[in-house]
C-alpha cells in the first residue's frame, strides 16, 4: 500500500504524519516537499523509524511531470499542500500556483494512469465567505461566496471545483475548519492578519492534531474495507465540534488569558474588521466524526498545552499590558495587511470591503460598552442569547429553494434550482445520475458544465471568481436569491461595488450602477 502526501511540514501535514506512520498496512510513504523547505530535515530526524518507507519528492505542484512522478503507483494521494493567508496575501502569484494550478496539475496527472489512487482534497471553510450572527450554521451545500480580495479562497474554490468537476473516480473533498496549531501564536502576531478576524465571526475550531488523526482514520478505514459512496464522490465539513464553537472575539480572549488578560485589554473595537472574514459553525460537523471519530481537543485543552509547552507566556502577567499592546499589538498597525494602514493610506477599496466604507468605520470607535459583542448578548439588532445561537438544535439554516437533502431530482427540480439562482438549466435530459455533466447559464449568459452533485450538494454556482480575480457578489445577489440568502446578512442591498485585483494584485473597487 503507497500513499503520496503534499503539505507535509506544514501544521496539519506534520500531525497527519504523526499519526499515518502508525498504520501497519501502509508499506510506503511519498511525500513532495519543496526544495527549500528546511522543515523537512527535522522531520526526517523526529521520523527517523519510519524513514525507511519515506520517499522524498523534492519539487513543486505547478510543475506537471513532479505531480506524475508523485502519484505513480500510489493507492492513495492526499493533498494537503497550499499557500495559506498571510503568505497568499504577500504572494498571490504562489498561493495561484499551488492552490489552483497545482491542484489541477494533481488531477490530470491522476487522471493519465490506468490505476488511478484514491484522492483526497482538503479544502477550506473559507469558501463560504463572511457569516454573522444572523446565520453563523450553515452545512455542505450553502452558497460559496469568497471575501473579496481573499486570493486564498479564490484559488480553493476553483481548485475544489476542478477536483469536482474531474474524471477521478474516487475522490473526496474535505472542508477545513479553522485550525488550531502550535505556531499560532507566533504566526498571528507576525502579521496584520488578526484584524482581519470579526470579533463576533462565528468560528468552529479544530486543533491540528485531531486533523492528522482523521486523515489515518480515513485511511486505515477505507484499506480495511472499501468505504463506496458513504465516503467517496462526496464533501464534509471537518469541524471541532460543537464545544469548539466560539467567535473572534472567544478565540482572541482565551488566548490572552494566558498572561492573565483578555482581549479588551489589548484590543479596541475599531482595530478589527467587521465584516469580510471567514467562519462558520458547522451544523453538520458530526458527519466526519461518527465515520471516523477524531474529534478529541477543546479550544481550552489546546490552550492549556500551550500554556504548558511554552511557561514564557507566564511572564506576560508581570508586563504591563501598556507595554504589550504597544509591542505586540500596535506594531502591526503599519503592515499592509492592516486595518489601521488601509486607513492611513486611504486605501477606500479595502475599508468598503471590511467595514462597508469609511464612514462606518468611524462609527466604531474605541469604548467597548458601545460595541455590540455577541458574546455579551448583543447583537447589531440589539438583545441577543448567545448561549442559545451556539445551540446547533437552534441553528437557522438558509432557504436553498430547493431541498438539498433528497437522494434524486427530476428534471424539472434542476431546473427551478438554476431559476432560483436567475439562470437556467440548459440541457433538456437528465438521466437521475447526480454526476451527469450537465450544461447551465448563469444570469449573465455565460454558460458552463457541472455535476448537479457539485451545483447543488456542494454549492457551487459559476461566476466571475471561477475564472478571475474580481468579486461581483453585490450585483448578482440582487437576482440570485440563494446568494441573496448570505450576503445581505452583512451587506445593504443598495451597496454596489465590484472587488478586483488588477494584474499587479493591487486592490480596487468599481462603483456599479443600478
Not at 269 to 287: C, E, I, L
Not at 313 to 322: F, H, T
Not at 326 to 345: E, G
Request: net charge neutral.
Amino acid at each position: 500500500m503507497i500513499v503520496a502526501v503534499t503539505g507535509i511540514t506544514g501544521n496539519m501535514g506534520q500531525a497527519t504524519l504523526n499519526e499515518i506512520v502508525k498504520l501497519n498496512e501502509i508499506d510506503k510513504f511519498k511525500f513532495l516537499v519543496l526544495e527549500d523547505d528546511k522543515r523537512i530535515k527535522k522531520l526526517l530526524k523526529k521520523h527517523k523509524d519510519s524513514k525507511a518507507k519515506f520517499e522524498i519528492i523534492y519539487g513543486n505542484l505547478k510543475d506537471f511531470e513532479t505531480c506524475q512522478k508523485l502519484v505513480q503507483d500510489c493507492d492513495y494521494v492526499v493533498n494537503l499542500a497550499a499557500v495559506i493567508p498571510p503568505h497568499s496575501d504577500k504572494f498571490p502569484l504562489k498561493a495561484i500556483e499551488c492552490n489552483e494550478k497545482g491542484v489541477k496539475n494533481l488531477i490530470k496527472a491522476i487522471e493519465g494512469l490506468k490505476k488511478q489512487p484514491k484522492y483526497i482534497h482538503i479544502s477550506t471553510v473559507a469558501l463560504y465567505g463572511n457569516r454573522n450572527f444572523k446565520h453563523p450554521w450553515g452545512r455542505v451545500g450553502d452558497p460559496l461566496l469568497v471575501s473579496p480580495f481573499d486570493i486564498y479562497s479564490a484559488t480553493k474554490l476553483r481548485g475544489e471545483f476542478a477536483v469536482l468537476e474531474s474524471d477521478i473516480k474516487n475522490w473526496a473533498v474535505i472542508r477545513q475548519t479553522a485550525m488550531l496549531h502550535n505556531n499560532m501564536l507566533a504566526d498571528n502576531l507576525n502579521d496584520g492578519l488578526m484584524f482581519h478576524t470579526a470579533f463576533n465571526s462565528p468560528l468552529e475550531w479544530a486543533t491540528a492534531e485531531d486533523s492528522g488523526l482523521l486523515i489515518a482514520n480515513i485511511l486505515k478505514s477505507d484499506i480495511k474495507k472499501d468505504l463506496g459512496d458513504k465516503f467517496w464522490k462526496k464533501v464534509f465539513n471537518l469541524g471541532g465540534g460543537a464545544i469548539n464553537c466560539l467567535t473572534g472575539y472567544d478565540t482572541l480572549n482565551d488566548g490572552f488569558k494566558l498572561i492573565g488578560g483578555s482581549a479588551k485589554d489589548f484590543f479596541k473595537p475599531n482595530y478589527n474588521a467587521t465584516r469580510n472574514f471567514h467562519g462558520m459553525w458547522f451544523s453538520d460537523g458530526k458527519v466526519l466524526d461518527e465515520m471516523f471519530h477524531y474529534q478529541r481537543q477543546t479550544v481550552e485543552e489546546f490552550w492549556q498545552k500551550i500554556l504548558k509547552n511554552h511557561s514564557y507566556y507566564k511572564m506576560g502577567k508581570i508586563v504591563p499590558k501598556s507595554l504589550i499592546s504597544t509591542f505586540a499589538i500596535k506594531r502591526l498597525f503599519k503592515d499592509d495587511n492592516s486595518p489601521k494602514y488601509w486607513l492611513k493610506h486611504n486605501d477606500e477599496a479595502k475599508m468598503l470591503a471590511y467595514f462597508g466604507g469609511k464612514e462606518k468605520y468611524d462609527e466604531i470607535g474605541e469604548d467597548w460598552s458601545k460595541f455590540p459583542l455577541l458574546v455579551e448578548n448583543r447583537c447589531d439588532d440589539g438583545k441577543i442569547d448567545y448561549e442559545k445561537l451556539r445551540n446547533v438544535k437552534n441553528a437557522v439554516l438558509i432557504d436553498y429553494h430547493i431541498d438539498i437533502n433528497k437522494e434524486k431530482y427530476s428534471l424539472a427540480d434542476l431546473q427551478n434550482y438554476a431559476k432560483e439562482h436567475g439562470g437556467k438549466l440548459l440541457s433538456k435530459e437528465f438521466s437521475g445520475d447526480l454526476y451527469q455533466k450537465l450544461d447551465w447559464e448563469t444570469q449573465d449568459g455565460e454558460k458552463f458544465s457541472a455535476t448537479p452533485f457539485t451545483v447543488i450538494k456542494a454549492g457551487h454556482w459559476f461566476n466571475l471568481i471561477y475564472k478571475e480575480n474580481v468579486w461581483d457578489f453585490d450585483r448578482l445577489a440582487k437576482k440570485d436569491k440563494v446568494f441573496g440568502e448570505i450576503w445581505y446578512d452583512s451587506h445593504d442591498e443598495n451597496e454596489n461595488n465590484k472587488y478586483f485585483y488588477d494584474e499587479e494584485f493591487n486592490a480596487h473597487y468599481l462603483k456599479i450602477k443600478d
